[in-house]
């Protein structure tokens, strides 16, 4: 397994639709895998591919609290088939857009349906954390970030900041 490298805003990859994955082969348990340790060492609960410049609809998750009770799960081509009326709130970040964190509504609950790491379909429902993750994984897929989901005040300003990052590094400042 490998560590692979994370992009940030404004990369203009995070704002395109990844493609379906048309079968699940070595490569993309190899793509899984290395995600899988990524989103460990970076520390996240959740990765989607585009995150490390691969543009396929695959995403890792692991909301479990103890490094020594990890639960991976592994989805390629996930899609929300359900989703609840009732709404909640949580904090938060993404590894895309480092250091930054607001406050997010969504669906409370969510059933999604994904092929496993065998290539087997699959469908699971999950609330509270997992249930914000997978939301947030899933829009990574389609090219929406979480600051999408913010006034366009909040957006706007997180995006000047990062340009303005952006910019000092290429010109070799801080
Ligand atoms: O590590 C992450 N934490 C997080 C917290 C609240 C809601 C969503 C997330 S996902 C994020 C990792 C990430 O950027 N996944 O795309
Ligand atoms: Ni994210």
């Known amino acids: 397994m490998s560590t692979l490298g994370i992009i940030i805003l404004p990369d203009a990859r995070l704002k395109q639709p990844s493609e379906v994955v048309s079968s699940v082969d070595g490569s993309i348990r190899k793509l899984l895998d290395d995600m899988l340790e990524t989103m460990y060492a970076a520390p996240g609960i959740g990765l989607?591919?585009?995150?490390?410049?691969?543009?396929?609809?695959?995403?890792?998750?692991?909301?479990?609290?103890?490094?020594?009770?990890?639960?991976?799960?592994?989805?390629?081509?996930?899609?929300?088939?359900?989703?609840?009326?009732?709404?909640?709130?949580?904090?938060?970040?993404?590894?895309?857009?480092?250091?930054?964190?607001?406050?997010?509504?969504?669906p409370a609950r969510v059933r999604v349906k994904y092929l496993d790491r065998q290539g087997e379909a699959r469908e699971l429902e999950a609330d509270g954390l997992l249930a914000t993750c997978?939301?947030?994984?899933?829009?990574?897929?389609?090219?929406?970030?979480?600051?999408?989901h913010l006034s366009k005040l909040k957006r706007d300003r997180v995006i000047k900041k990062f340009q303005k990052q952006a910019k000092m590094k290429e010109l070799g400042i801080g």
Not at 56 to 85: A, C, H, M, Y
Not at 134 to 148: A, C, P
């Open 134 to 148: 997978l939301q947030h994984e899933i829009d990574h897929l389609d090219g929406v970030l979480f600051i999408d």
């Open 48 to 106: 989607a591919a585009v995150q490390v410049g691969v543009m396929k609809r695959v995403v890792t998750v692991d909301v479990s609290k103890e490094e020594e009770k990890r639960d991976p799960l592994f989805l390629v081509n996930p899609e929300i088939v359900w989703s609840s009326e009732e709404r909640s709130t949580y904090e938060e970040g993404c590894l895309s857009i480092p250091d930054y964190y607001e406050t997010v509504e969504r």
